[in-house]
């Protein structure tokens, strides 16, 4: 296994300039002090809301993603994911709306965010600041401010954990800082396993970055489960290692995307699959999975890798660090720097000349 510079952490860090790794390091103390942020904010009263809606887009969406599939078996609300400028015509004051942007500066979500104050929604911001930090507050709403000072990807943690606790205060919720505890400790034995300083020999994270370097990774979570990891995952690769990379979910993908492994033989050899594994995965799912893979083995490369954690949060955050850290290494395998990601930039500013 020729691992070089994953094993040399000074030339790690070297290509670091954002601070990426020691972000990903830090997450396990971020998760508490997210869930501390919430303290005694005033916040809004309980109405008969039908639904929570969180708005936002990258980073800061992925949080509502992972809201909706942690709430759906503990919530009587539904929870739906918005990442667009609009609003679905059915929010008004019966909604309650996150709007989250850790940068406050993301036009899509400050255009949501007007939209729902519009129709009267009561809104929550978790911002680290700008604009959204600047309306929200100027409205009187409540505003949720998070540490700025690093990526919005490297956030995750200030990013969803203050949904949960505003809604155990608002009484949604129950046992949720033991539930966040449990998530803080065992992330901080897998960064003992996942990190720099651990040798490619016994870090999982290193050795799929090993698998995954010059291929094109298509990752598979279920329904239910895993399937903001896959999600986040792609994201991931996309913004870390400046990468294509693709997710599906199972059942779904067994609907379609496997038959898709016959030709081009070329692309194919170049595909590596990560299917995701949870506990509570349905049966049924468990079993396509395994069937899925004695079939598609023959044609891709493929590993799985299996949620670990005493808690439901802790086991969807034990493979979302897992990809974190992958990507970043699959970043290193390549020579670039996690961190910065030009196109957006060069993007947002192309846009702003419209404004
Ligand atoms: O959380 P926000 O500041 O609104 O950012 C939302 C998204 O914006 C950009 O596109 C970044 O590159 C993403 O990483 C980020 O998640």
Known sequence: MVSGVLDNPRELSALDSMGMFQAAWNLPEQCEKAWSLVGEASLPEVADWRQILVTGLGGSAIGGDLLRV?????????????????????????????????????????????????????????????????????????????????????????????????????????????????????????????????????????????????????????????EVVAQRWKGQFNENAKAPAYWNVFPELNHNEVVGFEQPEDLLGRI????????????????????????????????????SGPTELARLYSLIYLGDYASMYVAALAGIDPGPVRVIDYLKNELAKHE
């Open 272 to 307: 590596w699959i990560i299917i995701l594994k949870d506990d509570a995965d349905h049966p049924r799912v468990r079993l396509r999975m395994k069937i899925t893979r004695e079939m598609v083995s023959k044609a891709a490369g493929l590993t799985e890798v299996f949620a």
């Open 70 to 226: 942690f709430a759906a078996d503990k919530l009587h609300l539904p929870v739906l994911v918005n990442r667009d400028y609009t609003l679905p015509w059915f929010v008004n004051k019966y909604t309650f709306v996150f709007a989250v942007s850790y940068s406050g500066n993301t036009e899509e979500t400050l255009s949501a965010y007007d939209a729902a104050r519009e129709r009267g929604a009561s809104v929550v911001a978790i911002t680290a600041g700008g604009k959204l930090g600047e309306k929200a507050a100027a409205d009187g709403q409540t505003v949720i401010r998070v540490p700025g000072g690093i990526a919005p990807r490297a956030a995750t943690g200030y990013l969803f954990i203050p949904m949960v606790a505003v809604l155990e205060r608002l009484g949604f919720f129950s046992g949720m800082q033991a539930e966040v505890e449990g998530l803080s400790a065992h992330l901080q034995e897998l960064r003992d396993r996942y990190g720099p300083q651990t040798a490619t020999r016994e870090n999982l994270a290193k050795q799929l970055a090993l698998n995954l370097q010059g291929r094109l990774p298509v990752i598979w979570g279920a329904s239910g489960t895993t």
